[in-house]
């Protein structure tokens, strides 16, 4: 059973996409880059921000993840790099590059596909 993962922007997190719920909705229906787990018990254990810009702490608090569910004896198997972050990061090279090189699981960029195309239309 793959445990999922999610990384976002602390920014944005606070502040913009309320609730995480478009990530969120999008596990529940399998859609998006989630549409992988289709028919399958995959599970979220977890939306981590990225720690702020420049996204320095990001390593460490992968580790923290680790730590913090190892009595539960849970970890990710999978992580997805969130919208927030894939789409408007200007650190987004760096970021990725530290996640790739110390996940040590497969690392997925992306997650919802709710973007409005636009405000008022519609
Ligand atoms: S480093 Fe990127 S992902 Fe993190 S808060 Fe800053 S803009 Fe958002």
Known sequence: ???ILIVGCKRTMDSVCIACSRCMIAFNRREGEFARYKGTDAQLIGILGCG???GAAIVPRLAQIKLWNAPMGE???MVHVAACLVDHCP???TLLAKIKAKAGIPVVEGTHPYKP???FAG
Do not use: A, S, V
Request: net charge negative; with cysteine.
């Open 52 to 54: 702020d810009c420049p």
């Open 91 to 93: 650190h987004r090279e």
């Open 75 to 77: 970890r990710p198997t």
């Open 1 to 3: 059973m793959e445990k």
């Open 117 to 119: 195309e636009n405000i």
